[in-house]
């Protein structure tokens, strides 16, 4: 039954994979919002922010990074919506495939798109000053956070892609995500906020994963941040895996 499923979602991601590649501008679109805030915020208003850290870049990125899993796992619930309401759904149906197959070779091609559009605005980062103290370890423990990240969030985009009534509802549901990271610390340092505020953007998810990657980044230690951002990251993926789930086989069970 594994091997079914594995060579199943295989086979089924390939499939999806050469959707991507055959439409390169889905990711490069991913990629252009969060540069035009890594360049909008650096450039324009970086000098007028005070950080206490030497390149406002290196303040800013991780913050980018988290806008741009969110960016692009809207694509996510668009290619689901497309495919159930194509009639895809129906046909593997009829087909001796593992049915949870479908939804792992979007969630999986989800992670590649993002990973690759997660690797373009570092490096335009990079060619921008920034910097890392970080050792192979440290990148690694970044990595491991955006994967489990943006896995949570890919699950979360499966409720709507496989509820939503039109192609604009089905992506919709990313831009209250995409908000979510200016009432944090990813901008700027909660410090600064007004009292309400500071509290809600100090115990909001983003702020923890923010502040974890940042330490990261910079080489320096973690503490307790990086279990509250775990706590958060596995809390939501088990939520949004089991309600995406539960979606699907009422959907198409």
């Known amino acids: 039954m594994t091997r079914h499923f594995l060579g199943d979602t295989a086979?089924?991601?390939?499939?999806?994979?050469?959707?991507?590649?055959?439409?390169?501008?889905?990711?490069?679109?991913?990629?252009?919002?969060?540069?035009?805030?890594?360049?909008l915020f650096v450039y324009v208003f970086g000098g007028a922010i005070e950080t206490g850290s030497d390149r406002y870049v290196n303040y800013?990125?991780?913050?980018?990074?988290?806008?741009?899993?969110?960016?692009?796992?809207?694509?996510?619930?668009?290619?689901?919506?497309?495919?159930?309401?194509?009639?895809?759904?129906?046909?593997?149906?009829?087909?001796?495939?593992?049915?949870?197959?479908?939804?792992?070779?979007?969630?999986?091609?989800?992670?590649?798109?993002?990973?690759?559009?997660?690797?373009?605005?570092?490096?335009?980062?990079?060619?921008m000053g920034f910097r890392s103290g970080a050792g192979v370890l440290g990148w690694l423990a970044v990595t491991g956070i955006m994967l489990l990240f943006t896995l949570a969030l890919t699950w979360l985009a499966v409720i709507p892609g496989l509820t939503a009534t039109s192609v604009d509802g089905a992506s919709a549901f990313s831009y209250p995500l995409i908000l979510l990271p200016f009432v944090s610390s990813a901008f700027v340092p909660t410090d600064s906020m007004p009292g309400p505020v500071r509290a809600f953007a100090e115990h909001q998810p983003v702020t923890s994963i923010v502040n974890t990657i940042r330490?990261?980044?910079a080489g320096q230690p973690v503490g307790g941040q990086v279990w509250i951002a775990l706590a958060w990251c596995t809390g939501l993926l088990v939520v949004a895996y089991a309600g995406a789930m539960a979606v699907h086989h009422r959907k198409v069970g």
């Open 60 to 127: 800013l990125l991780p913050g980018i990074l988290l806008i741009t899993v969110v960016s692009g796992i809207s694509y996510t619930a668009y290619r689901l919506f497309l495919d159930l309401k194509g009639g895809i759904f129906e046909r593997f149906q009829s087909m001796p495939i593992a049915r949870s197959a479908v939804l792992w070779a979007h969630v999986l091609t989800s992670l590649v798109a993002n990973l690759i559009s997660l690797v373009v605005v570092v490096l335009v980062a990079l060619a």
């Open 215 to 217: 330490a990261l980044f």
């Open 11 to 39: 086979a089924l991601l390939g499939r999806s994979l050469r959707h991507i590649s055959r439409s390169p501008d889905t990711i490069i679109t991913t990629a252009i919002m969060p540069i035009a805030f890594l360049l």
